[in-house]
């Protein structure tokens, strides 16, 4: 009977450690997701010379959804400079360790900020719209008579 006490006492707090493995798995899936979101607003926003409203907006909107994070907890921070495009985007993971409640842990604590904060270079001019007046190389110094 004892052992019977003694396992209903560790059986909860060992399981916590089965669990966890599940949790990280949770956790590395919704960093991911975060990579490919602002990836693809990143290479929106290269193409378009900055980082619209637009592009935050459906970037913020999209976040929330995948997430389930409310709006106003995602932030989302744009500059240029020169033509370099500055952003810094901050999600919160919720829910990261298994058992939080079992060792104590309040719902505020048991979470983390991701922080994404880089910078790409906007899209360079197309060839099309280079100066007429610059002259293509002659290809007359690349021949070789042999």
């Known amino acids: ?4 006490i ?5 059986l909860p707090i060992l399981m916590v450690f089965v669990m966890q493995t599940g949790y990280d798995q949770k ?19 290269r193409e378009e010379g900055s980082f619209t409203w637009e592009i935050q907006e459906r970037l ?8 389930k994070v409310p709006l106003n907890e995602i932030s989302i921070m744009c500059r240029e400079e020169g033509d370099l495009l500055f952003y810094r ?9 298994a058992g939080g409640g079992l060792f104590g842990i309040a719902d505020k604590d048991n979470q983390f900020i991701y922080v994404i904060d ?5 899209r360079a001019m197309p060839e ?7 002259e293509p190389p002659d290809d007359d110094d690349n ?3 042999g």
């Open 89 to 97: 985007v901050e999600v919160p993971v919720k829910d990261v360790m």
């Open 27 to 45: 956790n590395n899936h919704a960093i991911s997701m975060i990579h490919d979101m602002v990836y693809v607003a990143k290479e929106q926003a």
């Open 143 to 145: 021949n070789v008579d």
């Open 118 to 122: 880089s910078y790409t270079k906007a």
């Open 6 to 10: 003694v396992l209903s006492a560790v």
């Open 128 to 134: 099309d719209e280079v100066d007429s007046d610059d």
């Open 60 to 67: 913020r909107r999209n976040l929330s959804s995948s997430l």
């Open 1 to 4: 009977m004892k052992q019977f």
